[in-house]
C-alpha cells in the first residue's frame, strides 16, 4: 500500500505537517497539498500499523494530540472528528500498539503517559486514562508484540517500564531485579525497540 511509501514530518516551527512519497531510489516528492495544518508546534508524529491515521503530538502549549485519516491513494492527510484531542501537558513523543488499538502519549511537564483508544473504523481518540512516569518523560516505545511499554525519562535518567493489559491497553509497572524504573545515561530523550520506531 501506499502508506509503505511515505514519510510525514512535524514541522515545529511552522505548525504543519509535511508528507512525502518515497522514490525507489529514497527521493522524496512532496505530497498534493502538504503541508498539512491542524497542529500547534507538533513534537511527533506517528502512523498507525495499518497505514489509515497519523497521530501528532502538540507540544506548544497547545497539550494534545491531532488525528488524521490518511488518503489511501494519494496519502494526503484529513483531520479526523473532533481532533486534537487532550492529552497532559507538554506532549512529547508518540506511539500506537501494534494491534492499532491504543495510542500512547509521554507528557513531559505533567510526567505521565496518555493512553487513549483508537476507533479503527474513524481513528477517533476516546477514553483517555493516565499512568505515572518518572521526571520529564520524552520517549516512548513498545516491544514489536505488544506486551510492553517503554518510556525514556529525561529528567530522572532512568527508563520506565509496563505491561500492557490485552484488551484494554491499561499499563502496569513491570516488576524487575534492578527496580523499576531502570538507571540510563543523562538525560535519557528517545527510546526504539526492534521493529518498532
Known sequence: GISSRI???ANSGSNNV????IATTGALTTIGGSPFSGVTAPS????SANGSFVYVTNHGGANSVSAFTVNSTTGALTP????PFAAGT???AVTVSPNGNFLYVTNGSSDNVSMFTIDGATGVLTS???IAADT???GVSIDPNGLFLYVANGGSNNVSAYTITAGTGALTPV??????PFSAGTTPSGIATPGRP
Open 80 to 83: 479526523v472528528a473532533g481532533s
Open 175 to 180: 516488576s524487575g531485579a534492578l527496580g523499576n
Open 128 to 130: 483517555p486514562a493516565t
Open 136 to 138: 520529564s518523560p520524552s
Open 18 to 21: 509535511s508528507g512525502y512519497t
Open 44 to 47: 511527533a508524529v506517528t502512523v
Open 7 to 9: 514519510a510525514y514530518v
Open 90 to 92: 507538554t506532549p512529547n
